[in-house]
């Protein structure tokens, strides 16, 4: 019988209750690499799902993701004059926090380029793509809405069409889909009291004017919604989208929307590395500085536990040295029981993470290159943990069989 075997079974209760342990702990160690996974792909999840060749954003600012951009609306226009575009869409993004049956309901709201943008692309659990200009929206199904379901932002109503599935912000908020008109229009909601005092400082300020003075009449064009002034500019975009015609020169596109004093241009890529090296790569360090500390422990853990084990049967050690076993079967005894710690506690993490990781707020991914990684890392934690249980059974000298 293998001497390993025989002496778990020895120490069965001991041994499982150590391996149920190590196993939550590396369960927690390749969460924290699901974690991180889940947040890139957060992050990255609109650049690659839109597939927009280029972002035209505020200038001197890093994109609708990373900070505030507000562009012109007839930014759409002037980048479709440019050879070599193929289309342009609008794009607008922001965040907004309602309640919804007394619970926080936060909501990044997206604004689609109605016609040229219906959310054909978005991959809808159930439901269809917007099919007007207004009043219906798109929800991701962590936002838990129901299809069909009608709900309240500022004073309008939207019907719930379709339910998406993982479309998460960079931030973890599920995702509303709705036209650019009505994002535009939810994103300027006020109240009626704070519409009010502005039409009256509006007007206050037209009195104190020398045109007011000069054509009182123009006075009554204040306390007019701001739509409806022509003075007053359309709301902006957060950026513009744009597409190039098959063949185009990306990089001369790119110098061309470079060269507007107004605005910044970045690839799909570059936008996508900005998300990456920002916030991303903060919580990347932080996660793999965790993870590390986590690993260790691990091993210190296991180091203790068998040279534990090896310290109750130095009595029977010394036995089999006195018998004349070889030092290859005893330190086969310590790193064979090092192995199947190792292992089974590898494989609890895994099994329990499959279960628990669902139920995180934030999805965990689990990606095979770092579950390889992680078993290898297992693997070498193992064998280093066992030496310190191998140098204690060397030192045993067979006389202390006798004693």
Same mark, same amino acid.
Not at 37 to 55: P, S
């Given at each position: 019988?293998?001497l390993?075997?025989?002496?778990?079974?020895?120490? =069965? #209760?001991?041994?499982?209750?150590? @391996?149920l342990?190590v /196993?939550?702990?590396?369960?927690v %160690?390749? $969460?924290?690499?699901?974690?991180?996974?889940?947040i890139?792909?957060?992050?990255t999840?609109?650049i690659?799902?839109?597939?927009?060749?280029?972002?035209?954003?505020?200038?001197?600012t890093?994109?609708?993701f990373?900070e505030?951009?507000q562009v012109?609306?007839?930014?759409?226009?002037r980048?479709?004059?440019?050879?070599?575009?193929l289309?342009?869409?609008?794009?607008?993004?922001h965040?907004?926090q309602?309640?919804?049956?007394?619970?926080?309901?936060?909501?990044a709201?997206l604004?689609?380029?109605?016609?040229?943008?219906?959310?054909?692309?978005?991959?809808?659990?159930?439901?269809?793509?917007?099919?007007?200009?207004?009043?219906?929206?798109?929800?991701?199904?962590s =936002? #838990?809405?129901?299809?069909g379901? @009608?709900?309240?932002? /500022?004073?309008?109503?939207?019907l %719930?069409? $379709?339910?998406?599935?993982?479309?998460?912000?960079?931030?973890?908020?599920?995702?509303?889909?709705f036209?650019?008109?009505?994002?535009?229009?939810i994103?300027?909601?006020?109240?009626?009291?704070?519409?009010?005092?502005?039409?009256?400082s509006?007007?206050?300020?037209g009195?104190?004017?020398?045109?007011?003075?000069?054509?009182?009449?123009?006075?009554d064009?204040?306390?007019?919604p701001?739509?409806?002034?022509?003075?007053?500019?359309?709301p902006q975009?957060?950026?513009?989208?744009?597409?190039l015609?098959p063949g185009a020169d990306?990089?001369?596109?790119?110098?061309i929307?470079?060269?507007w004093?107004?605005?910044s241009?970045?690839?799909?890529?570059?936008?996508?590395? =900005?998300?990456l090296?920002?916030?991303?790569?903060?919580?990347r360090?932080?996660?793999g500085l965790?993870?590390?500390?986590?690993?260790?422990?691990?091993?210190?853990i296991?180091?203790?536990?068998l040279?534990?084990?090896?310290?109750?049967k130095?009595?029977s050690?010394?036995?089999?040295?006195?018998?004349?076993?070889?030092?290859?079967?005893?330190?086969g005894?310590?790193?064979?029981?090092?192995?199947?710690l190792?292992?089974?506690g590898?494989?609890?993490?895994?099994?329990?993470?499959?279960?628990?990781?669902?139920?995180f707020p934030?999805?965990?991914?689990?990606?095979?290159?770092?579950?390889?990684?992680?078993?290898?890392?297992?693997l070498?934690?193992?064998?280093a943990?066992?030496?310190?249980?191998?140098?204690k059974?060397?030192?045993?000298?067979?006389?202390e069989?006798?004693?």
């Amino acid at each position: 019988m293998n001497l390993a075997t025989r002496d778990i079974r020895h120490n =069965l #209760g001991r041994f499982a209750l150590t @391996t149920l342990g190590v /196993g939550m702990l590396l369960m927690v %160690v390749m $969460g924290m690499g699901g974690i991180y996974r889940g947040i890139v792909e957060d992050a990255t999840l609109l650049i690659d799902k839109i597939g927009a060749d280029l972002w035209i954003v505020q200038k001197h600012t890093r994109g609708p993701f990373a900070e505030l951009s507000q562009v012109p609306s007839n930014l759409t226009q002037r980048a479709l004059s440019v050879p070599g575009v193929l289309s342009t869409r609008d794009f607008i993004y922001h965040t907004i926090q309602r309640v919804k049956n007394d619970k926080p309901l936060r909501i990044a709201v997206l604004g689609l380029s109605w016609p040229t943008d219906k959310g054909e692309w978005i991959p809808l659990k159930s439901g269809r793509p917007l099919g007007q200009n207004h009043f219906e929206m798109i929800a991701d199904e962590s =936002l #838990g809405l129901q299809l069909g379901e @009608t709900v309240k932002l /500022g004073k309008d109503y939207y019907l %719930v069409v $379709g339910i998406s599935q993982s479309m998460i912000s960079s931030n973890g908020d599920g995702i509303g889909f709705f036209t650019v008109a009505d994002a535009q229009t939810i994103q300027s909601d006020a109240v009626g009291e704070a519409v009010r005092l502005e039409r009256a400082s509006r007007k206050a300020r037209g009195e104190r004017s020398e045109m007011g003075l000069q054509q009182p009449s123009n006075l009554d064009l204040a306390e007019r919604p701001s739509t409806e002034l022509p003075a007053i500019s359309r709301p902006q975009l957060t950026a513009v989208m744009v597409t190039l015609a098959p063949g185009a020169d990306l990089d001369q596109i790119t110098r061309i929307f470079s060269g507007w004093g107004d605005v910044s241009v970045f690839t799909k890529a570059g936008q996508r590395e =900005l998300l990456l090296k920002g916030s991303v790569e903060k919580i990347r360090r932080q996660i793999g500085l965790f993870k590390i500390l986590l690993t260790v422990i691990a091993a210190v853990i296991m180091a203790l536990i068998l040279y534990t084990l090896t310290l109750d049967k130095l009595h029977s050690i010394a036995l089999l040295k006195l018998i004349g076993a070889p030092n290859s079967v005893i330190l086969g005894l310590i790193m064979q029981q090092a192995l199947v710690l190792g292992v089974l506690g590898f494989g609890i993490a895994y099994l329990l993470g499959k279960q628990i990781f669902p139920l995180f707020p934030r999805r965990v991914i689990l990606v095979e290159s770092d579950l390889y990684q992680l078993g290898v890392i297992v693997l070498v934690i193992s064998i280093a943990s066992s030496l310190l249980g191998i140098w204690k059974a060397m030192r045993v000298s067979p006389n202390e069989a006798l004693s």
